[in-house]
């Protein structure tokens, strides 16, 4: 991966370039990775809380623990202007990366570097440079309108008020919701705040962005909304974003790479497309016939048949039969149509998901007790 | 390097919580009232008691308006407290449970800072008022009365202010480390009733525990935990319970106040920082 | 009413016993620490009063064994003592802490439609929840406070009473346990006219520290220029308080206690029935506005 050609990009608005400045840190020539992740691990403990009176007195005075790892050797490295999607089953340790890439825990064991920095030592010139969003949380004023907390990160962030100005109305235009700055946060809808939110941690435009589920709860338009402003967004400035979400959308219509994570560990990283290629053997296959009802009763005893509705019929093929099980067929019925596609992307998934977990199932299923107080 | 203004930070703060509590108007004016009502009670103890009694203490120059004097500076400090930093620490405490704490270690600003002062309760502010009012009168009776000899000047005043100053520091300190051990103990039920006890010990003279086993808790209080110093050195400036004349254990005192906002100051700090190492944040 | 309703309703207050019971359990450092610090105010008001009979004494009295030889409204120094100490033991059945506020943030987002919607009783949930929660409080509770008392028993220089005098500071004790939870819930309830119960309830507990003998003994009010010492005898407040404490150090004797004994049952009655009341009307307003 190259260091980020800016010299080729200057075409931006006023704003990316008064960023680009900042940028010009050492790091980016030495063209290395700006997200670099080295076997990070963490664990948190439980509390294992029995059930019962008589345990809950017992608890009082003797604990037990369980140790659940929620990060296990984790190794990655993201460069410049990519756009990273994190994707994986619940509990599978993907918020848990986010808060150690934002320095908000510290890990157990391993090594990151972002933009240069160990997150986790806080500095200021590291945080003044990246922003994290969490879609279940919020971190706006909720008894003030927006505008007032946007105010307090400009202090915060020390950001120029002429670019500060800039920026939120740039922003609040492109999310369509410069007439609700005004209202209190209370009293917007999931949506609108999400967008805020946003806006919020935008403000100081920052390098690296981490995004945990920016479209959790919101509908197909609202999604679509902040999928296209995220889009857009990236293109003009080239940032750096590491994105977690479960809604397929989100991830196609962003993410060039992918990273599973399951159970704590990177189980795949590569584009869609990959996954796909590797996880999924099957192709959907369409077809379209001329004639009597009659050909479809051959038809229906192909195996895999997902449904029949004549003149069409769907079924189901290993890839590597595609082009022998096509050639009989089209030699044997007058086919009008074929479509042959990939499975649905929430199918391979669920698939990949299922896979992931069957390979460690016993871990979970023992967990061991770490030790008592 | 580009430094956030922690003034204008602060400002900013204090701007939000006035829209807020404006917002919620009868709030604020019940919030006044009761946290009024509270120290008018408290001064109606103390009148009774002193129905029955001429002084706190035998020979220790707690009169009435000396007192009371005593007493309002308690209210000044307490109110200070409450409207700069209580609503604070229990949202910091809260914080901590529901892991929004994540968001203030993302600002690129003193962290300690950041969850210090987000709230400023106003209503509470009250009670300085009326600590202040109570002051004003009783130390206006005691210059009029010639029996005492009371050595009062310009400097008094400035004495006072800046050693109410340190003594509110102790007590920020006191309630920061109070609310960083929430970060272990999950949640911090107690937080208000630790603060409660702790601050009993500081509403009064120190000479009641100089007897028996008070002692003890006079030494504690006095040197360990130095609540005592907090509300006493301010007093003893004003009321002069003893005269005018500054002995050594005056000094002392003065100087303990003062190395005991700093200090405490520096070991809150430190607690701070090494409550957040054990900080893990919630899940989802 | 058949038997299984009865059945079915006491297994179901039996469940949320035990789960109110962990939920206490859960957090034991907590619980501890609070326990004993409920003794340090104590501890500072027997210093208070000491310097204060110390000062209205003869001189030199102060360090003898027997402690100051003044007397205050009829209390001696170790009879004020005694008296806060009984205070602390008639609270760790009246008060209810968060009790008015949690019934009044239910109320305000909602979540009394549970209650609604579901065939339980609220107030008896939360009854159920209290008990619970005080008998989690004794059995942690018991062995400082018995410790205290041990340390303390100097204080008591009348001894143990006699058992009638004790049958009714048990009774009355018990009863200052629902009058103080009938008492609050009534305060929580207003909640459904008047949102803002929170800054009420810092009234209320004013009255309550001041009027129940919290603060000091009932006796040290004064008649004069207003009669607040008369005033008090026409107050639930007393109850949660002064009452079991001065029965217990025999201020209060003979017909009076049994007198004081009968109004505080009235009272608790008279909450009872005023929750209920209040319950059903705020029901019916708070489903007029639709939720
Ligand atoms: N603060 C915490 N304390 C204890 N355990 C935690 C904590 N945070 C996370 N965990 C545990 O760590 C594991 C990973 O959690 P994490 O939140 O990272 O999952 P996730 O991938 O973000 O899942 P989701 O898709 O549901 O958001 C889970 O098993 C969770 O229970
Ligand atoms: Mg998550």
Known sequence: MIALDYSGSLSFSNLAQTRLLACKHPIYNLAMSIIEINHLSKSYRVYQKQEGVWASIRGLFRREYREVQAVRDISLQVEPGEFVAFLGPNGAGKTTTLKLLSGVINPDSGDCRVMGHVPWERENEYRRRFALVMGQKNQLWWDLPAAESFRLNQHIYAVPLDEFDRTRDELCEMLDVTH?????????????????????ALLHSPEVLFLDEPTIGLDVVAQHKIQQFLKAYQEERKNTIVLTSHYMKDIQALCQRVVIIAQGSIFHDGSLDDIIDRFSGDKIVTLQIGGPDEVFQGLRKLPNVLEVEPPRIKFRIGRDDVARTLSDILSTYAVEDIVVEDPPIEEVIAKVFTDAQGGQVDDESHPDIAGVS | MIQPSYLNVFLTFAKNSMIRDMSFRMNFILQCISSLSWAAMNYGLFLII?????????????????????????????????????????????????????????????????????????????NAFLGLAVIIFYLHQLLNDPSKKMDFSIWSVFAYVFFVFCGTVVMYSVMIILASTSIWMGRNQNLHNFWFYITNFYRYPMEIYERGIGWALWGTFTFVVPILVVSNVPARVLAQPLGGHWGLWDWTLATMSVVAAAGSLWVSRCVFRVALKSYRSASS | MDATHWYGRATLWWTFFQISINERLVYRIDFVIGTLMRFLPTLTQVFLWWAIFDAVSSAGSADSASGPDGKIAGYTFSGMIAYYLMVIISRAFSSMPGLTTGIANQVRNGEIKKFLIQPVDMIGCLLVQRVAHKLVYYLIAALPFALVFWMCGDFFVSGWPPPDVMFVFITSLLLSFLLGFYLESCIGLIAFWFLEVTSLTFIYMLLNFLLSGHMFPLELLPTKPIDLRGFVEFMPFKYLAYFPAAVFLGKVEGAEMWRGLVMEVMWVLFFILLSRWLWSRGVKRYSGFGG
């Open chain 2, 50 to 126: 002193y129905q029955f009694s001429d002084s706190i203490g035998r020979q220790t120059g707690w009169g009435e308006s000396e007192f009371f004097i005593f007493l309002g500076t308690i209210w000044i400090i307490n109110s200070l407290i409450q409207t700069f930093f209580m609503a604070n620490a229990t949202e910091f405490s809260e914080m901590i449970r529901t892991g929004n704490l994540d968001f203030a270690l993302l600002k690129p600003i003193d962290t300690q800072f950041l969850i210090s002062f987000p709230r400023v309760n106003w209503a509470q502010l009250a």
């Open chain 1, 180 to 200: 609700l700055l005004g209202q209190p946060v209370r009293e917007l809808s999931l949506g609108e705040r999400m967008k805020m939110e946003l806006i919020a």
